[in-house]
Antibody, heavy 122, light 103 residues
């Protein structure tokens, strides 16, 4: 059974940093692109970043470029999101999502974690 | 950058009725479109990928159709557990969602 379990969320002041983690099990992490998708309170879904199977390619939504860094450790079955210079508008539930077995990234997201809440407030 | 527009924003129906949800793309996306269901406090769940393929474990009452710029998610007969928000997705873009509520 595929499982994705996020951790690391919490309350942080504007300008602060957080590192989110996603522990993967039930599949071979090194075989899939992985994404982070977020959802602000009461709002829709927003794709944030993704990373290729071997970590050699990374892509970000414009609003987080230069502030967030996605990474992975396939040996530890883990995905990460380092978030720096956090802003109030980054407040959201952050989901780790496994991308489908496709020939290109962002095809679809077939498994999701339960999410971790990040609140940016003074 | 592709923009996805879902309609209607809210659909008020009774159990047993048929639900038809639409998703329009700002440019052709071939058949590369997915649909998700999200219930309050839960993560999204993949329903349909590549416009018309049901994901693992998804009941047959859910079906997807369309290609190019116009796509439809149909729920043939609503069950109580189907009342939720539905999102379409193409690559990095998500639609704004359609809420299916009990009439």
């Amino acid at each position: 059974e595929v499982q994705l379990v996020e951790s690391g969320g919490g309350l942080v002041q504007p300008g602060g940093s957080l590192r989110l983690s996603c522990a993967a099990s039930g599949f071979t992490l090194s075989r899939n692109w992985m994404s982070w998708v977020r959802q602000a309170p009461g709002k829709g879904l927003e794709w944030v970043a993704n990373i290729k199977e071997d970590g050699s390619e990374k892509y970000y939504v414009d609003s987080v470029k230069g502030r967030f860094t996605i990474s992975r450790d396939n040996a530890k079955n883990s995905l990460y999101l380092q978030m720096n210079s956090l802003r109030a508008e980054d407040t959201a539930v952050y989901y780790c999502a496994k991308e489908g077995d496709c020939s290109s990234p962002n095809c679809y997201f077939d498994y999701w974690g339960q999410g971790t809440l990040v609140t940016v407030s003074s | 950058e592709i923009v996805l527009t879902q309609s209607p924003a809210t659909l008020s129906l009774s159990p047993g009725e048929r639900a038809t949800l639409s998703c329009g793309a700002s440019q052709s996306v071939s058949n590369y479109l997915a649909w998700y269901q999200q219930k309050p406090g839960q993560a999204p769940r993949l329903l349909i990928y590549d416009a018309s393929n049901r994901a693992t474990g998804i009941p047959a009452r859910f079906s997807g159709s369309g290609s190019g710029t116009d796509f439809t998610l149909t729920i043939s007969s609503l069950e109580p557990e189907d009342f939720a928000v539905y999102y379409c997705q193409q690559r990095k873009a998500f639609g704004q969602g359609t809420k299916v509520e009990i009439k």
